[in-house]
């Protein structure tokens, strides 16, 4: 593959470096990897200036991921060739790590109210840059209270124990519209073709300016990725690609199997005029 369109680093939930996440996009021998942390661009900035450093042959697109809703689903938005000095997306961006903060620091009143023992922070002290709950995860680990991410998840932090309490997430139209006026274009991730309203919801997204899917993801196989070609053909939308690799999912690398090819990014290229 030519590009791999969906990759974090440790500045939010991934466990790599950008250094090393450019180590493996060389030794897959691509030339084009964006980064796509969640509401933060600072892994971006140091995997483009390292590039630059070394004279690598890899271009880092400026990218970001954005959690956002619509009808009460989670969709993620994917922003690609992002101006990172505009005042909008940056000040946005600053706003989403303050209440990415708020929201840690909830959570752990929740938890010291069961009288469980961990500091703010201690977490914030692990926290490269986009602060959240593997954080605490990890926290919660290091004083015993679980032995593993997941466990520590399922115990006291997932999304059904916390309710209400969440890492901020836009309104679907904002994160279209906040990306657009950076300059960039929006790619729903890993969209979730099993939904009923699946079809019409794509259908409205792209009313709202929505530039693209990610048609081809690890997470779902050949087939799915055909009906998604189709879907997106029939839509007049553009195709993106990408492992979302965080370094800690079983099957999901940086490899030349995941992302998209030379051709699907012209065409994407296209779209940005
Ligand atoms: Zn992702």
Do not use: W
Request: glycine share 8%.
């Amino acid at each position: 593959m030519f590009a791999d369109l969906h990759i974090h680093t440790d500045y939010s939930d991934g466990i790599h470096t950008p250094e090393s996440i450019i180590k493996k996009s060389l030794e897959a021998n691509f030339t084009k990897i964006a980064i796509t942390d969640h509401d933060i661009f600072l892994g971006n900035i140091e995997a483009s200036k390292i590039v630059k450093e070394r004279d690598y042959n890899l271009e880092i697109i400026p990218g970001v991921e954005f959690s956002s809703f619509m009808k009460g689903k989670e969709i993620h938005i994917i922003g690609l060739f992002i101006d990172f000095n505009n005042l909008h997306i940056s000040r946005l961006v600053d706003e989403l790590q303050s209440k990415r903060k708020d929201t840690v620091k909830t959570i752990i009143n929740h938890l010291n109210k069961q009288k469980i023992k961990i500091s703010y922070d201690e977490v914030l002290s692990l926290a490269k840059g986009s602060i959240g709950r593997p954080h605490i995860a990890h926290v919660l680990i290091n004083h015993g209270y679980a032995s593993s991410v997941n466990e520590a998840f399922d115990r006291f932090i997932s999304s059904e124990i916390l309710g209400k309490i969440r890492e901020p997430r836009l309104g679907i139209k904002e994160a279209i519209e906040v990306i657009k006026s950076a300059g960039g274009i929006s790619i729903y991730a890993h969209p979730n073709i099993n939904n009923k309203t699946f079809f019409n919801d794509l259908h409205e997204l792209k009313t709202m300016g929505l530039n693209g899917i990610e048609v081809s993801s690890p997470r779902y196989g050949l087939s799915r990725q055909k009906e998604l070609l189709e879907i997106s053909k029939k839509l007049k939308l553009i195709n993106s690609g990408g492992s979302d690799f965080h370094g800690f999912h079983k099957g999901i690398e940086i490899d030349s199997n995941n992302g998209i090819n030379q051709k699907e990014y012209e065409k994407l290229l296209r779209a940005l005029k």
